[in-house]
């Protein structure tokens, strides 16, 4: 059984995750026109402090949280902006927020160009080093939730594609028996999806299954710590390792990602 070390290489965590509003009936609504904010221009969320915003994605809400020093600071942090948004959205609307990370919209909510609009900013996958096709599904009315994993590190003592592909192994695998949103996955959350930035990584796999409960996010915050660590240890992965990865976080394979389990020694929990 492998024993993995305890955090060696210091590290900075943000992360933009999406979430969907439901009414009190449990429908899907549009975010559009209700929440305020872009891409280009996120709306700051002044009671918070400097570096959290929110702003509307396609149907959904984004938020950002400035980059966090620790694991208790990542956690807090997330809880008080989904917290903080929650209240708000439910004072003003009665809405509330969606745990659901991917799920087919009805017509009356898709009547605007911004609806329409399809696709995040283009991502790489790091086992091909190639840029990842902008995705299409059959059901053109499936809208998806990102958990986008933003880290910070030396780069000059790990390589990015190498961190993503160990996030893979430490964060994507155990996902497959933890994050019971796969239709996603028809969408965005393959293996290896990230974008390079001059911080470090930002790694797309994951959905926002893990933002909803303090002890999940405390699970992202310690195993892209393992993974950092464990790529500027130069930990070596197989051609099989890597090829098992990647089926089973594409095919949510769950014995394959069992097996990868078993030999790592990676840490699954609850939901």
Sequence with gaps: MICWRKQKMKIKLGCDPEAFLIDVQGQLKSSIGLIGGSKE????????????????????????????????????????????????INTEY???????????????????????????????????????????????????????????????????????????????????????????????????AYIDKSYGVEYRTLSNFWIFQDHLIEWVWDNTSKAVDAAESLLTLSEEDGTDIISAINNNDKEIAMKLIKKFNLEVVHV
Excluded at 50 to 77: K, L, M, T, W
């Design 94 to 192: 009665g809405f509330t927020i969606s745990t659901s990370s991917a799920a087919s919209f009805p017509e009356t909510e898709l009547q605007t160009p911004q609806a329409r609009m399809f696709g995040c900013d283009p991502d790489y996958n790091a086992w091909t080093k190639e840029a990842n096709p902008k995705p299409k599904a059959a059901d053109a009315n499936l809208r998806s939730c990102g958990g986008h994993v933003h880290v910070g590190y030396d780069k000059m003592k790990a390589d990015p594609a190498k961190v993503i592909q160990l996030m893979d192994l430490f964060l994507g695998v155990p996902s497959v028996l933890m994050d019971t949103g796969e239709l996603r996955k028809e969408l965005y959350g393959k293996a290896g």
């Design 41 to 88: 221009h996120p709306m700051p969320l002044e009671p918070l402090g400097e570096g959290y915003c929110v702003q509307e994605d396609n149907v959904a809400i984004e938020f950002n949280i400035p980059p966090a020093e620790g694991r208790s600071q990542f956690v807090g942090s997330i809880r008080k902006t989904l917290n903080f948004l929650m209240e708000g």
